[in-house]
């Protein structure tokens, strides 16, 4: 069966995305999505996007890591979907309905709202998850905030400098995270500008993470340290994100169609 693919990206941030709204696909397990990611034999991808139909909104997405495993959300595929629907659409993601509206050579997402309980993260026992008391190597007293997927958020003085290589698998994987999680080390500039490295739950250090900039943003807005409105800036660019006073996240930024092709399922199958 030969099917089309698209290649997309937020910020670098890159996926296959499969269109199966119109035609049914196979289902896919996680040894096809990890097949499809891999940049040596596959197409090469942080995550696989596949699009459906919906019966509580315009269609569902369905998001696969690097690693094949099938995850809530994801913040800059959800701008590059809005941008290949071309229109207003309410979307059905695993972390809840989310709206996207495209503007200009990208999107707008409401992502919802963010949950801040220990259990809602989850984490494996109970703490303020506005300033956790744990800690790993220089790493410690972070935050944690779930917009949809798990996220732990680190400040520090200087992105660049953090081994995110070594620290980030080490805590993705920690038992304080029974669904393992995304590790965001950042640094505040100002009152509306956060620098933003982030290493993926399943898929490793990435380009951008829209969810982690959404979840960063809250993080040090419930700190107080940023306004209710800033610009993340990751290594492949910026995000606008805002948190509105109905509690919402929405993230503005970029999308971007690379190119389209196709591939026998079998293949990867
Ligand atoms: N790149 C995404 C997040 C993808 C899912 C994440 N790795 C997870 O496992 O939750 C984004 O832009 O938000």
Redesign the pocket.
């Known amino acids: 069966m030969r099917v089309d693919f698209i290649k997309m990206h937020?910020l670098g941030?890159d996926f296959v995305v499969l269109d199966a709204r119109a035609r049914a696909l196979p289902a896919i397990g996680s040894g096809f999505a990890r097949a499809i990611a891999d940049r040596k034999t596959g197409i090469g991808c942080?995550?696989l996007i596949l699009l459906e139909p919906s019966e509580v909104a315009d269609f569902r997405m369905r998001?696969f890591?690097a690693d094949g495993?099938e995850?809530?959300?994801?913040?800059?595929?959800?701008r590059a979907v809005a941008l290949l629907h071309g229109s207003a659409a309410t979307v059905e993601t695993g972390g809840g309905t989310i709206a996207v509206e495209p503007q200009g050579k990208g999107a707008t997402v409401d992502i919802g709202e963010p949950r801040f309980d220990w259990d809602a993260i989850p984490l494996a026992y109970g703490m303020d998850t506005s300033l956790m008391p744990v800690g790993w190597d220089r790493l410690d007293r972070p935050g944690a905030v779930n917009v949809g997927?798990?996220h732990v958020i680190f400040f520090v003085d200087d992105t660049d400098t953090v081994p995110l290589d070594v620290l980030g698998p080490e805590i993705e994987q920690d038992p304080l995270f029974p669904e393992?999680v995304?590790v965001n080390v950042a640094t505040i500039e100002d009152r509306h500008h956060i620098r933003l490295r982030v290493w993926?739950?399943?898929?490793g250090l990435?380009r951008?993470?829209?969810?982690?900039a959404c979840a960063t943003a809250v993080h040090a807005m419930r700190r107080g340290l940023v306004d209710r409105e800033v610009t993340v800036t990751l290594p492949g660019g910026d995000l606008t994100i805002a948190w509105g006073d109905d509690n919402r996240i929405r993230m503005t930024g970029p999308a971007t169609e690379a190119y389209r092709g196709s591939f026998e399922w079998d293949d990867f199958a």
Request: overall charge negative; charged content about 15%.
């Open positions: 937020g941030n942080d995550q998001i890591n495993g995850v809530e959300a994801c913040g800059n595929a959800s997927n798990p393992r995304n993926e739950r399943g898929a990435t951008a993470c829209g969810t982690g």
